[in-house]
């Protein structure tokens, strides 16, 4: 293999999450259809897409054990404050990974996204 070239989350609100994915972290929407929202950030260089569900999801936990990784050109100092300001609550600290500087947020339904500005 290559490359990841794309990855999907199923989640429990389709519209709850595409409010939280755009209007409080500040992904753009690519595309859209009744099953599915399709995001880009920092100007399409990362897309991936939140779901319908593919099968029954009731009583099961979602975001456990995923966790998306996005490299920024922002001063992640200043991305997390601006989360934290637009009501993000599920929010870690700053930390300092092998990579450069890091915090991870988790989404409605526990996906951990991290945000990255690399060394």
Known sequence: MKQLTFASLQVKDLEASKEFYTSILGFEIGDTNPQ???????K????????TPLEPLEDRELGI?????FAVNEN???MRALYIKN???NIGPIIETPF????HVKD???YKLTFLQEK
């Not at 054990?65 to 990784?69: C, P």
């Open 44 to 51: 399409g260089q990362a897309s991936f897409a939140i779901r």
């Open 108 to 110: 409605l339904d526990g």
């Open 76 to 78: 992640v100092d200043e």
């Open 65 to 69: 054990g995923v966790a998306l990784w």
């Open 87 to 89: 009501g993000v609550s």
């Open 36 to 42: 599915a929202c399709i995001f880009t950030y920092n």
């Open 100 to 103: 450069g500087r890091a915090f």
